[in-house]
C-alpha cells in the first residue's frame, strides 16, 4: 500500500539555456536545491514547466533526470494532462510504468462552455477514461486559469466517489479556503487537498484541511518551515512565516512564473530566468525591485522567525 501523499511538494520550473532548449546540468541543481529544502515531493510537467512548449524530447529528459535522482528517495507527481483524452491516458500508463507516485491531470480546455461554465459529463468521462487504465492515484488540478473549465464542488464529490482513484485535489479556484470548507462538507475525509495557486492563502488552506502545499514556489524553505510548524502544533510561528513571506508570493502571482524563475537565478540555483516566450520575461527595472522584496523577505524570515534562506549563492 502506497503511502498517502502530503507535505510540500515543488512544482518544478524547466531551467532554459541562452538557446531557449532545456538545461538539464541547471535542472538537476534545482532538483538538489529542494531536496536541500526537505521538501515532501516533486511535481514535473506541470503548467508552470512551460508544458506545452516544451518538445517532447525535453519532457523526456526532465522525466529521465527526475526519476534517476529522486526515485525511491521522494515521490513523483507526473502532470499527464493534454487536451487529447487517449494522449493522457498513454502519458499517465508510462508515468506509472517509471514509478511515478501519482498523475496530475486538470480538465482539458476543450471542455469548458461558454464564460466560466463547463461540460460537466464529459469531464468526469475524461478522467473516467484515465482511471480505468491506471491503478496510481490522480491529483485532479481545479485550475480554471488559461481558459480551462471551472469545476463546481459537485462535479469534484462525483469524481472522488466514483472514481476510486481521484484521491487528490490541487485546489487553485479563490478564494481557496471557502472552496475547501465546502469540499470538506462534500466529501469529507475521502477527498484529499493540496493547497497551491502560489500559495497565496497556503496557512488559511492548512487551517481547513489541506494535507498540503503544491505549487511552484522558489523559496521552498519557507512553506516546509511552515507547514512542519503547522504540522507540530505551532500555529503562531507558522502564520508568523506565511505572513513574512506575502511580499514575495504576491509579487510572484501578480508577474508570473518569470518572478519565479528569476528568484531562483538571483539564488544562484539556476543560471539565467530565461523563458521559452522572451516577451514573458521580466524587465531590468523589475528585476531589480524583485531584488528588494527577496532580501526583505529573506531579512524578515531570518531575524523574526529564525528561518535562514536557503542556497544563497550569488547568480553565476
Known amino acids: 500500500m502506497r503511502p498517502p501523499l502530503s507535505g510540500v511538494f515543488v512544482v518544478a520550473v524547466s531551467p532554459l539555456d541562452e538557446r531557449r532548449e532545456f538545461d538539464l546540468k541547471d535542472y538537476r541543481r534545482l532538483i538538489e536545491y529542494c531536496v536541500a529544502a526537505k521538501v515532501g515531493g516533486l511535481t514535473v510537467l506541470g503548467e508552470s514547466a512551460e508544458r506545452d512548449l516544451l518538445s517532447d524530447g525535453e519532457k523526456q529528459e526532465i522525466l529521465a533526470a527526475t526519476f534517476e535522482m529522486l526515485g525511491g528517495r521522494l515521490p513523483i507527481v507526473v502532470g499527464t494532462g493534454s487536451e487529447s483524452t487517449e ?24 471542455l469548458r462552455v461558454g464564460s466560466g461554465s463547463s461540460d460537466s459529463d464529459a469531464i468526469f468521462e475524461y478522467f473516467s477514461s484515465v482511471g480505468d487504465r491506471i491503478e496510481i492515484p490522480i491529483v485532479v488540478q481545479d485550475f480554471p486559469q488559461l481558459d480551462r473549465p471551472r469545476m463546481d464542488v459537485d462535479l469534484i464529490r462525483r469524481l472522488n466517489a466514483e472514481i476510486s482513484n481521484a484521491q487528490y ?5 479563490p478564494p481557496t479556503p471557502l472552496k475547501m470548507e465546502r469540499l470538506r462538507s462534500a466529501t ?15 496557512y488559511w488552506d492548512l487551517v481547513h484541511g489541506a494535507v498540503g502545499v503544491m505549487t511552484s514556489s522558489p523559496t521552498p524553505e519557507y512553506l516546509v518551515a511552515m507547514y512542519d510548524s503547522f504540522a507540530a502544533g505551532d500555529r503562531g510561528k507558522a502564520l508568523d512565516i506565511y505572513l513574512g513571506t506575502l511580499p514575495l508570493v504576491y509579487y510572484c502571482s501578480e508577474l508570473g512564473l518569470a518572478v519565479r524563475k528569476e528568484v531562483l537565478a538571483q539564488r544562484g540555483v539556476i543560471r539565467a530566468s530565461t523563458m521559452k516566450q522572451s516577451e514573458k520575461e521580466l524587465t531590468g527595472a523589475q528585476k531589480n525591485e524583485l531584488r528588494d522584496v527577496i532580501a526583505w523577505v529573506e531579512d524578515k524570515l531570518t531575524s523574526s522567525c529564525g528561518v535562514p534562506p536557503l542556497g544563497l549563492e550569488k547568480a553565476r
Open 169 to 173: 485535489l490541487k485546489l487553485e479556484d
Open 188 to 202: 469529507g475525509d475521502r477527498l484529499k487537498v493540496f493547497s497551491a495557486y502560489y500559495g497565496r492563502d497556503s
Open 87 to 110: 494522449s493522457t491516458v498513454r502519458s499517465s500508463i508510462d508515468a506509472q510504468d517509471s514509478g511515478a507516485s501519482a498523475v496530475m491531470i486538470a480538465p482539458p480546455r476543450r
